[in-house]
C-alpha cells in the first residue's frame, strides 16, 4: 500500500531526527500540527443556486512566529494534503532563519468553472470563516495553487473591513499597488536558480557550461529557466508543462517560449523551436541538472533508476518520494530539498511583510540582492551540516531547520 504524502513527510522527518538524535519528546511534538481549522461555508452562485464549500487552514508550528503559507483552490484539495505543506513549510522558515512557523491553507474547488463574481464571493467568504485564526501577528497567507494577487487583495479587503483599518500585512503576495513587494513573482524561480548555481559551486562544476531539463513551466519552472539562461548562462535544452514537452540539444530561448506560452492560453503546446518528447522522457534525459517543478511525487521508485541527471534541484513540493530518494542517492546523484531550493518565495513573502508593517518600501534591487544573499547564506550553512553529520543534503537541512524549531520549544517550555 502506498504511503501518504503526510507519511513519506514524516519519513524525511523521521531520518533527520535519528541522526541529529532529537529528543523523543519534541519529536512526538513536532510531528503534529497545532491547529488545523476546516470550514463548510456558503456562496452565492450567479444563478441563484447556494453551493457548500469546504475549506482548510493548518497552523502546523507556531514556536517561532506566526504561521506562513499559502492557500490553494483545487478540487482535489485535502485536509491531509494542507497538513502536510504545512508541515514542509515549517522546516522551510526555519531553514532561512525567519520569524514564521508553518501554516497552509486550500479550499476543495475548481475555480476554472467559477464566474470572477463567484469566485470573489467564495474568496471573501472563506476568508472570513478563517479570521479569527488570521492576522499578521497570527498567521500570514499567500498566493498558492490557482490563487494570486487578486485573490489576496480581496483576503486583505476582507480583513480589513473587519477590522476597520488598513491592515496590509495581513496576507503576503498583494498586488504592488496594494502593498505588495516588487520581486515577489519571480522570487521562488529566482531562488531556485541562486541555489542551483550553489550547488554547482559546491560540486566543482560551470553552471554557465551545464545543461539543464525543467519540468514544470509555470510560474517556479519559467523564472527558474529564465533566470538560470540569462544571468547563468546555463543552457535550457528541455522543458515541460502539462499540455507538452519539448527537447533541443542546442539550448532553448526561454524568453521566446514565455512568449509563446503567455499567446496560447498558458501552455506551450504546438511550440515550433524544439522537437516533442514524452513527458516521461523529460526527467530521464542526460543533462546535468534536473529542476522538477510541477507536483509532488513526480520522481518514484519506478523511474528514479533511469534519471541520469547529476543534479537534481527540488523547485517544487515534495518531487522526489523517499524510495527515489535513497535510489538516487546510491547512485550518486545530488539532491537539494524543496526546503532549501524553493525557499525565495517565502523569504520575499517575509521582506513584504516587513515592509507591511514599516510601511517603507524596498526596490527590486534591494529585493534580490537580499534574497541572494540569504539564499547563499542557507545553501552554506546546510553545507556545513552535510560535512559535520556525513549525510546528505536534504537530511542536513532537515537537521538544521528541526534544530532551530526544536530551541524554540525548549527555551519557551510548555505552558501552563
Not at 206 to 234: C, H, M, P, R, W
Not at 253 to 271: C, F, P, T
Not at 370 to 392: G, H, P
Amino acid at each position: 500500500m502506498a504511503k501518504s504524502l503526510y507519511e513519506q513527510a514524516l519519513e524525511v522527518f523521521r531520518n533527520a531526527a535519528r541522526v541529529m538524535n532529537l529528543d523523543p519528546n519534541i519529536a512526538r511534538y513536532l510531528e503534529r500540527p497545532q491547529r488545523t481549522i476546516i470550514v463548510e461555508f456558503p456562496v452565492l452562485m450567479d444563478d441563484g443556486r447556494v453551493e457548500i464549500f469546504t475549506g482548510y487552514r493548518c497552523q502546523h508550528n507556531t514556536a517561532r512566529g506566526p504561521a506562513k503559507g499559502g492557500i490553494r483552490y483545487h478540487p482535489n484539495v485535502t485536509l491531509e494534503e494542507v497538513q502536510t505543506l504545512a508541515f514542509w513549510m515549517t522546516w522551510k522558515c526555519a531553514l532561512l532563519n525567519l520569524p514564521f512557523g508553518g501554516g497552509k491553507g486550500g479550499v476543495r474547488v475548481d475555480p476554472t468553472k467559477l464566474s470572477k463574481g463567484e469566485l470573489e464571493r467564495l474568496s471573501r467568504r472563506f476568508f472570513f470563516e478563517i479570521a479569527n485564526f488570521i492576522g499578521p501577528e497570527k498567521d500570514i497567507p499567500a498566493p498558492d495553487v490557482n490563487t494570486n494577487a487578486q485573490v489576496m487583495a480581496w483576503y486583505l479587503d476582507t480583513y480589513s473591513m473587519h477590522v476597520g483599518y488598513m491592515a496590509p500585512g495581513v496576507v503576503t503576495g498583494k498586488p504592488v499597488e496594494l502593498g505588495g513587494s516588487v520581486g515577489r513573482n519571480e522570487a521562488t524561480g529566482r531562488g531556485v536558480a541562486v541555489i542551483a548555481s550553489e550547488a554547482c559551486k559546491y560540486l566543482g562544476k560551470d553552471i554557465s557550461k551545464a545543461t539543464v531539463a525543467v519540468q514544470g513551466f509555470g510560474n517556479v519552472g519559467s523564472f527558474s529557466a529564465k533566470i538560470l539562461q540569462e544571468d547563468y548562462k546555463a543552457k535550457i535544452v528541455a522543458v515541460s508543462d502539462i499540455s507538452a514537452a519539448y527537447y533541443n540539444p542546442d539550448g532553448i530561448d526561454v524568453n521566446d517560449l514565455i512568449a509563446y506560452r503567455d499567446q496560447n492560453n498558458g501552455l506551450i503546446k504546438g511550440y515550433p523551436k524544439a522537437q516533442p518528447i514524452k513527458h516521461e522522457e523529460l526527467l530521464e534525459l542526460d543533462v546535468d541538472i534536473l529542476i522538477p517543478a510541477a507536483l509532488e511525487n513526480a520522481i518514484t521508485k519506478e523511474n528514479a533508476p533511469n534519471i541520469r541527471a547529476k543534479l537534481i534541484v527540488e523547485g517544487a513540493n515534495g518531487p522526489v518520494t523517499p524510495e527515489a530518494d535513497k535510489i538516487l542517492l546510491e547512485k550518486g546523484v545530488t539532491i537539494i530539498p524543496d526546503i532549501l531550493a524553493n525557499a525565495g518565495g517565502v523569504t520575499v513573502s517575509y521582506f513584504e511583510w516587513v515592509q507591511d508593517l514599516q510601511f517603507f518600501f524596498w526596490d527590486l534591487d534591494d529585493v534580490r540582492n537580499k534574497l541572494s544573499k540569504m539564499m547563499r547564506a542557507a545553501f552554506a550553512e546546510v553545507a556545513k551540516v552535510k560535512e559535520k553529520y556525513n549525510t546528505d543534503f536534504r537530511t542536513a537541512a532537515y537537521i538544521l531547520a528541526i534544530d532551530r524549531v526544536a530551541q524554540a520549544v525548549k527555551l519557551r517550555g510548555i505552558y501552563p
